[in-house]
């Protein structure tokens, strides 16, 4: 008997150690390098997930205020560690950026639109629609503007987002929200770091899922039939280097090609450099260099210049 009851009392101890050392659940974006976690990643999944706050652009951190904050594309999460309560709460982007307009009366409204007597707003029609499907006053706090211009589109801002009317380019998707923590994270002069790819969770390479060339000339100018050297550096999605990546060079002048086609891979920095010559360029004319990097299925172009000289 003795015995039996060593032993449950130590499968009792035993027990709670491997529910507490049970891993943390976290979700890796490739598409911005950086995850979301713990009770952040339940708020966001419970409540829109990318569709809504867009990517995770920093870990997790925690502000002066003790605060625990993490910046996504279109929301800041944020949580009181010293509550006992697991309460995300969202920043009051829309607020930050733009100062609520003056309230009005409900008659100044019409039935179509519902209003907030806490800002004296509405929001009616389409954006009504996309408010109440996707989180509303919970997600996107009240409306504090009315609908307005901004950059020739219509636009209306609430305090925890600002609404886009994209019907004429995209019926199928006529709201979008803009990128509000992005912007956010620039106007207060954060500190750029938090914005660097953080590891991926288990050690495997992040995955590309977009691509960024650039490609520069050594010499501006050259004299007729000299060689010139092209740089050309493939990144991915967050700037991250694109190794063995093919690398195509044409050059052109008034719109016929001037050079040998050439194919290059990229180093493990995501570099090459190309050697070309431009043959039989007029004195004075002007050489387009054309770069074209392909990797796993994916593509982008870029171009630069010189002038050949007597």
């Known amino acids: 008997m003795r015995v039996i009851k060593w032993t449950f009392l130590i499968l009792l101890v035993?027990?709670?150690?491997r529910v507490a050392a049970q891993p943390e659940p976290v979700r890796y974006f490739d598409e911005s390098g950086h995850s979301v976690r713990g009770?952040?990643?339940?708020?966001?999944?419970?409540?829109?997930?990318?569709?809504?706050?867009?990517?995770?652009i920093t870990e997790?951190?925690?502000?002066?205020?003790?605060?625990?904050?993490?910046?996504?594309?279109?929301?800041?999460?944020?949580?009181?560690?010293?509550?006992a309560a697991e309460y995300v709460q969202l920043g009051a982007l829309g607020?930050?950026?733009?100062?609520?307009?003056?309230?009005?009366?409900p008659e100044a409204f019409s039935p179509a639109e519902r209003y907030f007597p806490a800002t004296g707003q509405a929001v009616g029609w389409e954006f009504r629609a996309f408010y109440e499907a996707h989180g509303d006053e919970a997600i996107f706090g009240a409306p504090i503007t009315g609908l307005l211009i901004e950059d020739g589109r219509t636009v209306q801002y609430f305090e925890n987002a600002r609404f886009e009317w994209w019907y004429?380019?995209?019926?199928?998707?006529?709201v979008r929200?803009?990128?509000?923590?992005?912007?956010?994270?620039?106007?207060?002069?954060?500190?750029?770091?938090?914005?660097?790819?953080?590891?991926?969770?288990?050690?495997?390479?992040?995955?590309?899922?977009?691509?960024?060339?650039?490609?520069?000339?050594?010499?501006?100018?050259?004299?007729v039939d000299e060689e010139q050297t092209v740089f050309v550096r493939v990144v991915d999605q967050v700037g991250g280097a694109v190794a063995d990546a093919k690398v195509n060079l044409t050059c052109w002048q008034g719109g016929q090609a001037v050079c040998e086609e050439t194919v290059l891979a990229t180093g493990?920095?995501?570099?090459?450099?190309?050697?070309?010559?431009?043959?039989?360029?007029?004195?004075?004319?002007?050489?387009?260099?054309?770069?074209?990097?392909?990797?796993?299925?994916?593509s982008a172009e870029a171009e630069t210049s010189f002038r050949v000289w007597w």
Do not use: C
Not at 42 to 53: L, R, T, W, Y
Not at 168 to 174: D, G, I, L, Q, V
Not at 197 to 210: C, F, I, K, L, M
Not at 272 to 293: D, I, N, S
């Open 14 to 17: 035993l027990v709670p150690l």
């Open 39 to 56: 009770v952040f990643l339940e708020f966001f999944e419970a409540n829109g997930g990318v569709a809504i706050f867009g990517y995770s």
């Open 60 to 83: 997790a951190f925690e502000r002066p205020d003790g605060r625990l904050v993490q910046y996504f594309q279109r929301a800041r999460f944020e949580w009181d560690m010293d509550s």
């Open 95 to 105: 607020l930050a950026l733009h100062e609520p307009d003056p309230p009005k009366p």
């Open 168 to 174: 004429s380019e995209t019926p199928a998707r006529p």
């Open 177 to 223: 929200l803009t990128d509000l923590g992005t912007v956010v994270f620039a106007r207060l002069n954060l500190d750029p770091q938090l914005l660097r790819p953080a590891p991926v969770p288990g050690g495997r390479a992040r995955a590309v899922t977009s691509l960024a060339v650039r490609a520069s000339a050594a010499r501006p100018v050259l004299g």
């Open 268 to 298: 493990m920095d995501g570099l090459a450099q190309l050697a070309m010559q431009a043959v039989g360029v007029p004195p004075g004319k002007v050489v387009v260099v054309r770069v074209r990097a392909a990797y796993g299925g994916l």
